[in-house]
Nanobody, 121 residues
């Protein structure tokens, strides 16, 4: 069982930056692939970025260059640095954990409750 708690969301102006954090419980954090997803109002949840247990990183193509995912296994935490934010980035951002990046997308990962990011124009 893995429990995930996101933080770092909030209101930011367009062009600004935020760093989201996801703290995970458990002693096996380093063995999990971790991902950040987002769900905008009226839209389906979508993958933003993911990082495997071995450090392989995947970004959704449209977000390359504006997003950096990283993990600190000593702190059981995964981060999402978001720069040059746009109003269309407004969404609830969720952290997820599973054995592989593929299972994050197609399986049944553990989910956090989400943190709201609002970007004003």
């Amino acid at each position: 069982q893995v429990q995930l708690v996101e933080s770092g969301g909030g209101l930011v102006q367009a062009g600004g930056s935020l760093r989201l954090s996801c703290a995970a419980s458990g002693r096996t954090f380093s063995s999990y692939a971790m991902g950040w997803f987002r769900q905008a109002p009226g839209k389906e949840r979508e993958l933003v970025a993911a990082i495997s247990s071995g450090g392989t990183i995947y970004y959704a193509d449209s977000r390359k260059g504006r997003r950096t995912i990283s993990r600190d296994n000593a702190k059981n935490t995964v981060y999402l640095q978001m720069n040059s934010l746009k109003p269309e980035d407004t969404a609830v951002y969720y952290c997820a954990a599973d054995q592989t990046i593929g299972e994050l997308v197609a399986g049944h990962p553990y989910w956090g409750k989400g943190t709201l990011v609002t970007v004003s124009s």
